[in-house]
């Protein structure tokens, strides 16, 4: 089944009563839709704006353990994403490649490079391979002479994968479609609906192109919305479960930065971990991690990187490369995305949990937390959850 073509009669053509109707077309809505639909149910996927609209074109496109988590004893999502990173890398051999990252290590580290060293063993236990090591300050210094040199103690090596996370949601979304999943985009839902016992058995949609409304039937309501889960989930529960944690990214020419590898880094202010990814032909720097007020969003309805997270990558950037002397001039383009974190209390935005979490509200499912690495996992227990049906 193919997405139709003609918007005029796109929800108009929609059968009325479904398996299953999933909400949000990011990566965790499309692993749910292609599973199901490849188990056979009769399952409908509905995203308000493009595929990958929300946080799944945002990241920081890599389909990592993520060492960081290792930092904050969150031993169970490191080892999850280790074991999804190499499943992913069998699955998609095009799209999720291998991409060595470095960490150069100076004195002025809160660690040093035998406690980073624990943590690789650990990433590469998990990962059942042994890929990491370290290069010589001489080779460094061949390689990347603009590097910081002074006070460089090692520089140590460990592979993660990268991905283009939009392309992944769209690979993923056509194989649930091949299975004869029908998706459609631009097409909202507005109104969660009961029956007169009270459960959720369906959603108003909108489709936003034509401002044609009709109302949908379904055994089961997922609710893969990310950061919006509250708008719908509070149609049915009082109360918000999602943290909106900012993280914004930067673009340079790769002339001006250029690396070959990806760079972690520490920032100098507060040793939070950094990126610097050589991405399609440029180099990209990212990211924070930021409550994203709610008066953010009434000022534009997208996230956008402000003016202090451009200085706070820019100054760890010339840290770590200062004779490069990155400015804001350099910087060609930004984007900004919203982490879906499960509100667990106010701990510091980087400590918050990436787990995943689902809530079953009168048959309205409800998926958030996790990373675009684990979406398999995420689907898969959304899954069990719900069946049979
Ligand atoms: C800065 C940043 C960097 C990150 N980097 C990485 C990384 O490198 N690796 C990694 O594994 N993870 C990373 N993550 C986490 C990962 O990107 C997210 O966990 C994941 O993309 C969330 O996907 P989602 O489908 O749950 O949400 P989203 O991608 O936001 O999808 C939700 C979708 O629902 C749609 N929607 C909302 N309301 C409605 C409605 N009423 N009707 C219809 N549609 C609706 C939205 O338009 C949106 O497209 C990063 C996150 C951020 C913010």
């Known amino acids: 089944m193919s997405f139709p073509k003609n918007a005029s009669s796109r929800i108009g053509t929609l059968d009325k009563k479904w398996d299953v109707i999933i909400v949000g077309g990011g990566i965790t809505g499309a692993g749910i839709f292609r599973d199901l639909a490849g188990m056979g149910y009769r399952?409908?996927?509905?995203?308000?704006?493009?595929?990958?609209?929300?946080?799944?074109?945002r990241s920081s496109k890599l389909v990592h353990g993520g060492l960081r988590y290792l930092a904050n004893a969150q031993f169970n999502v490191t080892y999850e994403s280790v074991r999804e990173r190499e499943h992913l890398q069998k699955q998609y051999?095009?799209?999720?490649?291998?991409?060595?990252?470095?960490?150069?290590?100076?004195?002025?580290?809160?660690?040093?490079?035998?406690?980073f060293n624990v943590g690789l063993n650990l990433y590469d236990i998990f990962g059942s391979k042994w890929k990491h090591g370290s290069y010589s300050l001489e080779e460094m210094d061949k390689r990347y002479p603009l590097l910081n040199k002074q006070a460089l103690r090692?520089?140590?090596?460990?592979?993660?994968?990268?991905?283009?996370?939009a392309r992944l949601v769209m690979r993923v979304i056509s194989e649930g479609i091949s299975h004869g999943g029908i998706a459609l985009n631009y097409c909202k839902a507005n109104t969660v609906l009961r029956d007169n016992t009270g459960q959720v058995d369906g959603i108003q949609v909108v489709d936003t192109l034509t401002e044609e409304e009709m109302e949908l039937h379904a055994a089961v309501i997922v609710n893969a919305t990310g950061p919006w889960t509250d708008e719908l989930r509070s149609q049915v529960v009082a109360g918000s479960v999602i943290r909106k944690l900012r993280g914004s990214h930067f673009l340079v020419q790769r002339k001006r930065l250029p690396v070959e590898q990806a760079f972690t880094l520490f920032h100098p202010r507060d040793g939070r971990a950094l990126f610097i990814i050589p991405w399609q032909g440029m180099t990209m720097v990212g990211t924070t991690d930021l409550d994203h007020p709610a008066s953010y969003e009434?000022?534009?309805?997208?996230?956008?990187?402000?003016?202090?997270?451009?200085?706070?990558?820019?100054?760890?950037?010339?840290?770590?490369?200062?004779?490069?002397?990155?400015?804001?001039?350099?910087?060609?383009?930004?984007?900004?995305?919203?982490?879906?974190?499960?509100?667990m209390g106010d701990m510091a935005p980087s400590k918050a949990s990436r787990t995943h979490r689902i809530f079953a509200d009168k048959n309205l499912f409800s998926i958030a937390g996790g990373k675009l690495t684990t979406y398999q996992r995420m689907a898969a227990d959304l899954i069990q959850r719900i069946l049979p049906l």
């Open 154 to 165: 090692s520089v140590l090596y460990y592979y993660d994968a990268e991905v283009d996370d």
């Open 43 to 57: 399952v409908l996927l509905v995203e308000q704006a493009d595929f990958a609209f929300g946080t799944s074109s």
């Open 298 to 343: 009434r000022e534009k309805p997208e996230p956008f990187m402000t003016s202090k997270e451009m200085d706070y990558l820019l100054t760890a950037v010339n840290t770590m490369f200062p004779t490069a002397k990155i400015s804001e001039t350099d910087i060609i383009s930004s984007f900004a995305g919203l982490r879906p974190i499960v509100t």
């Open 93 to 115: 051999p095009n799209l999720v490649k291998p991409l060595e990252f470095l960490i150069p290590i100076y004195d002025q580290y809160k660690h040093g490079a035998s406690f």
